[in-house]
């Protein structure tokens, strides 16, 4: 289904990274997306500027024209952002990637996927509101869940900081070598790469 007219847009993709802003969620698990889209802008030799009550930055990966988005209204909002981006460029919503935080999958698993469920993720929640569609592609970046006597709900897990152990640099890498895959070989090929390899 086509939310938006199919027009001459100036990009390929739009790709949002999923977050809360402020200092206090920096460090977060939920803001895991935000890191991956920033490491992409960084790789591509782009610059955000404050739009669509968020933070846009504009690249290319050779010929393929990219927008990198961190809505900055809150996860739970996330989709007024994105769908204002969307329409903004005029892409339709199968020309959007969503990088987020996953909280069933295992800590460093990241896989790709295209719709599907929200697993209860509020940001997702957000964007199907707001897109009227589930039909996006997604990189899913597994966080873990709390250890069997933890008393944190999951809620809570994803709004604190990874622990000290964890690399995080190196999950962010995977992050972006996923999404990239997608961006550059297709949904598919992300998938048969990535899926399943922990």
């Keep these: 289904m086509r939310l938006f007219g ?31 889209v920033e490491r992409m802008a960084d790789d591509l030799g782009a610059g955000f500027r404050d739009r669509f009550n968020g933070r846009i930055a504009e690249a290319r990966d050779g010929e393929t024209r990219l927008g990198l988005l961190e809505p900055l209204t809150y996860m739970n909002d996330s989709g007024q952002s994105v769908g204002a981006a969307l329409r903004f ?24 996927k295209m719709g599907g469920g929200l697993a209860g993720h509020n940001g ?7 897109l009227k569609t589930q039909d996006f592609a997604r990189v899913r970046i597994g966080v873990g ?28 890498e995977k992050g972006v070598d996923c999404a990239m895959t997608v961006l550059r ?10 899926n399943g390899k922990g």
């Excluded at 199919?6 to 993709?13: G, Y």
């Excluded at 739009?14 to 969620?25: F, I, K, Q």
């Excluded at 997702?124 to 707001?130: C, D, E, G, N, P």
């Design 89 to 112: 460029y005029k892409l339709d919503p199968q020309q959007l990637l969503v990088v987020h935080d996953e909280i069933d999958l295992p800590l460093g698993d990241v896989r790709a």
């Design 124 to 130: 997702l929640r957000s964007l199907v509101q707001h």
């Design 145 to 172: 869940r709390p250890e069997r006597g933890d008393p944190r709900s999951g809620a809570d897990w994803v709004l604190t900081p990874f622990e000290q152990q964890v690399d995080v640099p190196a999950l962010v």
């Design 6 to 36: 199919r027009r001459e847009s100036s990009l390929d993709w739009l790709v949002a990274g999923l977050g809360n802003p402020g200092r206090r969620y920096e460090e977060t698990r939920h803001n895991i997306g935000f890191k991956v």
């Design 185 to 194: 070989d297709g949904i598919d090929v992300a998938m048969r790469e990535f």
